[in-house]
């Protein structure tokens, strides 16, 4: 299978040494705001996994952990905002405290409709983590409570983000600009 782009010619946004310092202070806060909670996580495939591997191992607190998988009807890179569940919960959330572990927020359907989804399943309370925010790009209304980094309105891959299911395995985060 032949890369879009050569990885050699991405320009990197976020080192992965710069990811991994974050990822911990992240850790360190969630943990603090739920000291003495079980916590669920709920992570959204597939962008998100490689954060949440990250992430849960610098937690101080007793959680679980389960996947909500979607897809987006459209084009590769952007949103279209009509988004469907392929896998549900294994598990249900009523009654528990729930942190969403997202990838990225762009325009924020995908979360929009995430955040419908899980409510009415009655969780205790709903928060969420994103690695990635592109504040500019929002166009529902909708925030994360925990960001690892706001960046600029650029298509980004790698550390669990793909073009075209390409480039999750990325160790960094890589700027993927439109060809010309
Ligand atoms: P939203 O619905 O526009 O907020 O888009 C959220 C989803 O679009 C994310 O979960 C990603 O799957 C995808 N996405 C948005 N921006 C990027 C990007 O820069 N790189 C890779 N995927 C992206
Ligand atoms: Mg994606």
Do not use: C
């Amino acid at each position: 299978m032949n890369y879009a782009v050569p990885v050699s010619n991405l320009e990197v946004l976020l080192d992965a040494e710069t990811i991994a310092h974050r990822v911990r202070e992240l850790a360190r806060e969630i943990s603090a705001d739920y000291r003495d909670r079980p916590l669920r996580l709920v992570g959204i495939l597939k962008g998100a996994w490689v954060f949440l591997g990250d992430l849960i191992r610098h937690l101080d607190l007793q959680i679980t952990v389960d996947f909500l998988s979607i897809a987006s009807y459209g084009n590769h890179s952007r949103s279209s905002g009509v988004v469907r569940v392929t896998k549900d919960l294994d598990e249900s959330i009523e009654g528990l405290d729930v942190l969403v572990v997202e990838d990225i927020l762009d325009t924020g359907h995908t979360f929009e409709y995430l955040r419908g989804v899980l409510e009415a399943h009655k969780p205790r309370s709903l928060k969420v983590v994103t690695l990635l925010d592109k504040p500019s790009r929002r166009v529902r209304p909708v925030r994360a409570d925990y960001v690892g980094f706001a960046i600029p309105d650029v298509f980004v891959v790698g550390y669990g983000l793909d073009y075209a299911q390409q480039y999750r395995n990325l160790p960094d985060v890589r700027v993927l600009r439109p060809t010309p």
